[in-house]
Structures are given as structure tokens and as C-alpha cells.
T-cell receptor, first 111, second 113 residues
């Protein structure tokens, strides 16, 4: 079966510190992968998507970057976090016939 | 950008049917209607999707109007655990196209005991 793993579940980081969130997918090959962010009380905003290794598309300019070093690994990074980077970060992959499957999310608080 | 319009919030009595509307007047012929829900502090969960015909699964029913400009998600017997934000999304079929899902603000459904 296809599964998605995302960690950590929660993270508190100081302003100016780096960030690395990891997402891995099992049970499928060459998936389309996505990073979303949800600010408190807001909808989901698409940040990045990838259709293959090394292929990253950015939806909005921001302080974040994404990488896909392996087929089923998607990483969200920042060199220096801002307060505005706080939010709920979700990784997802596209599955056959039913749209997206989301990870359990990482709640990031920048202090 | 999201291509759908949904009411901001709705209430439903426990045990009754919850009918959540969605307008998607600019939907194109090969775009599907997807429904997801998000329980607080969790990732969105797939519910159902359809193209033209009405669909039913173990979670819900999806009624799509003949002109496909609107749809309704029906939870036949709402329970307290159905309290969540429900998102209606219009998109090409996601598999192998590289297209993206754009989420609006959804409908916050509260099931009342």
C-alpha cells in the first residue's frame, strides 16, 4: 500500500535558524510530490511541487526552498527562518484515482 | 487559485444528513470535483471525487449537477467525528499529470449533539 511519512510532528525554532523537514513516500515510484503550508486559521497554500528527481517548481516566492534528492524523498528547507514561516506544513503525493494523500503534518513555531 | 466557492460555515444536527454545497461555474470538461476534509491539526483526508456522474462510497455521496457548475457533498448520517473543514477542489486528475490542487478556505462543518 502507498504511505507517506512526514517528520517531525512539531518543531520550535528560533528566528534565523535553519530548517529541514523531510517527507518520504512508500509503495509507489515516481510520485508527484507537494509541500503545502497552512497558517493559523487559514487555508492550504501550495508552496512547491515536484514531478521527478531534481525537478522543483515553486508556487510563491518565499524564504523556503525544496529539494528532491531521491525518487520518494522530498525536503523543505530554509537557511534562516522568519517569524512568518510559522505554520502547519504538509507533504502530499498524488495517488491513482483519488487525488492527493497527505502526511500528518509538521507544526512549526518560529520564536 | 481556487476555482470553487463554498459557504464559510455550516451546522448539522447529529444523525441528520449534512449537505455541503460547492460552486464551480468555470469547471472545464476534463476537470474532476474532489472533496477532502481536514480535522483540526491533521492532514486533509480524501473523501470522494467525480467527473459527471453522481458517486457514492462508504463515507459520502457526491451529487454533481447536469451542467457541472455545482455539486453537493452529502454525509448521510453526520456524527460528531464529522466536525471538520471540508474542501471542494476542481482539478484535472492528479495522477501522472503534475497538476496541482488549490485549496480554498473550505466549509467549517460543526455537528451538534
Amino acid at each position: 500500500s502507498q504511505t507517506i511519512h512526514q517528520w517531525p510532528a512539531t518543531l520550535v525554532q528560533p528566528v534565523g535558524s535553519p530548517l529541514s523537514l523531510e517527507c518520504t513516500v512508500e509503495g509507489t515510484s515516481n510520485p508527484n510530490l507537494y509541500w503545502y503550508r497552512q497558517a493559523a486559521g487559514r487555508g492550504l497554500q501550495l508552496l512547491f511541487y515536484s514531478v521527478g528527481i531534481g525537478q522543483i517548481s515553486s508556487e510563491v516566492p518565499q524564504n523556503l526552498s525544496a529539494s528532491r534528492p531521491q525518487d520518494r524523498q522530498f525536503i523543505l528547507s530554509s537557511k534562516k527562518l522568519l517569524l512568518s514561516d510559522s505554520g502547519f506544513y504538509l507533504c502530499a503525493f498524488a495517488g491513482i484515482g483519488y487525488g492527493y494523500t497527505f502526511g500528518s503534518g509538521t507544526r512549526l513555531t518560529v520564536v | 487559485d481556487a476555482k470553487t466557492t463554498q459557504p464559510t460555515s455550516m451546522d448539522c444536527a447529529e444523525g441528520r444528513a449534512a449537505n455541503l454545497p460547492c460552486n464551480h461555474s468555470t469547471i472545464s470538461g476534463n476537470e474532476y470535483v474532489y472533496w477532502y476534509r481536514q480535522i483540526h491539526s491533521q492532514g486533509p483526508q480524501y473523501i470522494i471525487h467525480g467527473l459527471k456522474n453522481n458517486e457514492t462510497n462508504e463515507m459520502a455521496s457526491l451529487i454533481i449537477t447536469e451542467d457541472r457548475k455545482s455539486s453537493t457533498l452529502i454525509l448521510p448520517h453526520a456524527t460528531l467525528r464529522d466536525t471538520a473543514v471540508y474542501y471542494c477542489i476542481v482539478s484535472l486528475e492528479s495522477w501522472n499529470t503534475g497538476n496541482q490542487f488549490y485549496f480554498g478556505t473550505g466549509t467549517s462543518l460543526t455537528v451538534i449533539p
